[in-house]
Each structure stands twice: as structure tokens, then as C-alpha cells.
């Protein structure tokens, strides 16, 4: 139960911070990024939360790994925190992990597949969820 209420609390406290990311974008682009209306140009917060998390879990899975942070402070940081704010930190530390292994063709695959199938998947729950034009 301790273990779940570490990642618990770090993915709120990461699932704030996303939070803030995006309300803190909004505020600066103001007509430039973000069109009026709130209509997106482009996605510059998910951008900032992608390349942070994936920095910070590449900072953090080494300090677990030889014992630099305790157990607990990785599942806290990495699972709940980061996971809370990015899981796209998983996905690059994940495809990390398959290059130093010099297994380049899985790489391709991953990394292939997670964003063919991820946008697919998008697009067929908005095709599925969208209303039909009745006219």
C-alpha cells in the first residue's frame, strides 16, 4: 500500500506540473502558438513536457540503478512523477535501453509502431467518438 501512495502522490504532484506547463504556454503564446479560441498551431507544451521528462529519466534510472536514489524515491520520481507528467519518458527510456543493447532493428520497431499505432489509435477513437454529419 506505501509503494501505491508513492506513486500516487508523485503523479499528482507530475500531473500538476503538466498542468502547469500547458496553462504556462497558453499564457505566453497569447495569439502566437495558440491561435484565437484557444485553436492549436502547435503542440509547444507537449513538446516542453516530452523532452523534460525524458531528460529527467535519464537522469533518474541511472541514480536508482546504482543505488544513488533509494527504491522508493524511483517509484515516487520516475513512475509516479514522471509518469504524471510525460509517459513519453518511458517510451525514450525504453528505446535507450534497446540502443545501448545495439538492438537497432527493434529500435526501429519500437519506435515505428508506438507512433503509427499511438496516432492510428487517436484517429480511430476520434473517427468512432466524432458525430456523423447528418446533412
Known amino acids: 500500500m506505501e509503494r501505491l501512495l508513492l506513486v500516487a502522490l508523485g503523479g499528482a504532484v507530475g500531473a500538476g506540473m503538466r498542468f502547469g506547463v500547458s496553462e ?5 503564446a497569447a495569439g502566437g502558438e495558440i491561435g484565437a479560441g484557444g485553436g492549436l498551431r502547435w503542440p509547444l507544451a507537449t513538446l516542453i ?17 546504482d543505488g544513488r536514489i533509494s527504491a522508493e524515491a524511483r517509484l515516487m520520481l520516475v513512475v509516479g512523477l514522471l509518469g504524471g507528467f510525460t509517459t513519453f519518458s518511458a517510451f525514450g527510456w525504453e528505446v535507450l535501453e534497446l540502443m545501448r543493447e545495439g538492438r537497432f532493428g527493434a529500435v526501429l520497431g519500437v519506435v515505428a509502431l508506438n507512433n503509427l499505432l ?3 489509435a487517436v484517429w480511430g477513437g476520434w473517427l468512432i467518438a466524432s458525430p456523423t454529419d447528418a446533412g
Open 24 to 28: 504556462g504556454v497558453l499564457r505566453l
Open 118 to 120: 499511438g496516432i492510428g
Open 49 to 65: 513536457v516530452n523532452v523534460l521528462g525524458c531528460f529527467f529519466i535519464g537522469m533518474l534510472a541511472p541514480m536508482a540503478g
